[in-house]
């Protein structure tokens, strides 16, 4: 750190640090929340099929392919 | 008919309620008939900040169970007329309200009022969802720091979901206040400034409220700081009540003014 820059103020702090980490961490998390409606569509779906087969568990993933969205769902049997 | 306005934040400590307290009596003070509800069911302390905790008998609670009538539980504050407060209570848990019964008291404070603010629980729960499921209006409180910002911004997405408006395809209109910002740490670049907040939540601005001193005796006191015509905090309070109303107010300069000398030997 020069002495100029220490005079000036022009010092890069943790600040910078905190907008770049908060960033990356929010850009995962919307994506994520992004569906609101997910759990109780996960519970009706999930209804649904336990009235034809065993089912242990479904995951909903959501993903964008360039300009696509899909949700990709899994169903694991027992 | 009055506006329900929520007062929120995510992360709890960030000065919801005190925000909220010192806000009541700005919007008082303008003229305007307000009820504070504190709707952080079973922990109530929006009393103790506006220094009324003497005179609760009835609660949010027993007015929405029939217990009491509505004028029986608001208490008047002791300097502003035009002031009510409607105190949590404070032996029941959060799952206690009722959405049909939260509406309808609402509903009745829209009547009497022309603007009721909403204390609502930190976190993401029932008494959180209750506390914007009406609202027209919401105040996001996030300090400059990692972990608020990052609730604010979670909090943010479920108002857009959960919020009766906004399932009817309006939208709640929400502002950001940033609260305790120390100046000398956004100079020095150790603190998210304004700007950095503002780009990372992708709200408006309606206030900036700087770390004071003085907010920790006027809470000890139970006098909301915005009375205190010296206090910066106060004065930057005072410009978000006019702001709240529509009216274009200039921002505090929270810039640090330095001497030549002092930055030469600091």
Do not use: W
């Not at chain 1, 600040?15 to 995962?28: I, N, T």
């Not at chain 2, 609502?120 to 300090?143: K, N, Q, V």
């Not at chain 2, 990692?146 to 408006?165: H, L, M």
């Not at chain 2, 990372?200 to 005796?217: H, M, N, Q, R, Y």
């Amino acid at each position: 750190m020069s002495f100029f820059a220490n005079l000036f103020g022009k010092k890069e702090g943790s600040a910078s640090v905190a907008r770049d980490r908060l960033k990356l961490v929010l850009a995962h998390e919307r994506a994520s929340n992004a569906l609101p409606y997910m759990d109780d569509m996960k519970a009706e779906i999930l209804e649904v099929i336990k009235k034809y087969t065993k089912v242990k568990d479904i995951h909903i993933s959501s993903q964008t392919n360039q300009n696509i969205d899909v949700l990709e769902m899994e169903i694991i049997l027992k | 008919m009055g506006i329900v306005i929520t007062v929120t934040s995510g992360k709890g400590g960030v000065g919801k309620s005190t925000t909220l307290a010192n806000l009541a009596v700005g919007l008082a003070n303008e003229g305007k008939r307000v009820v504070a509800v504190d709707f952080d069911i079973g922990l109530r302390n929006l009393d103790m900040l506006l220094g009324l905790e003497n005179r609760i008998v009835y609660n949010v609670i027993d007015v929405m169970e029939g217990k009491c009538n509505l004028t029986q539980a608001l208490i008047n504050d002791k300097h502003s007329k035009n002031l009510f407060f409607l105190p949590a209570s404070q032996n029941n848990d959060k799952n206690i309200l009722d959405k049909a019964k939260v509406k309808e008291l609402l509903d009745t404070l829209k009547k009497e009022f022309d603007i009721i603010l909403l204390d609502s629980p930190a976190g993401i729960e029932g008494g959180f969802e209750h506390a914007i499921a009406y609202a027209d209006r919401a105040l996001i409180i996030s300090t400059p720091d990692v972990s608020s910002v990052r609730d604010a911004d979670r909090v943010i997405g479920i108002i857009d979901a959960k919020s009766e408006k906004a399932q009817r395809g309006e939208e709640v209109e929400k502002h950001v206040i940033i609260n305790r910002l120390k100046p000398e740490l956004v100079e020095r670049g150790d603190m998210l400034n304004t700007e950095d907040v503002l780009n990372i939540l992708a709200l408006p601005l309606i206030g900036v409220v700087p770390d004071c001193d003085k907010v920790i005796s006027s809470t000890n006191m139970g006098e909301p700081i915005i009375r205190d015509e010296k206090a910066q905090s106060g004065e930057a309070y005072r410009r978000i009540a006019r702001r709240i109303l529509g009216e274009e107010v200039e921002y505090l300069d929270l810039s640090v003014k330095k001497g030549f000398f002092k930055r030469m030997f600091s």
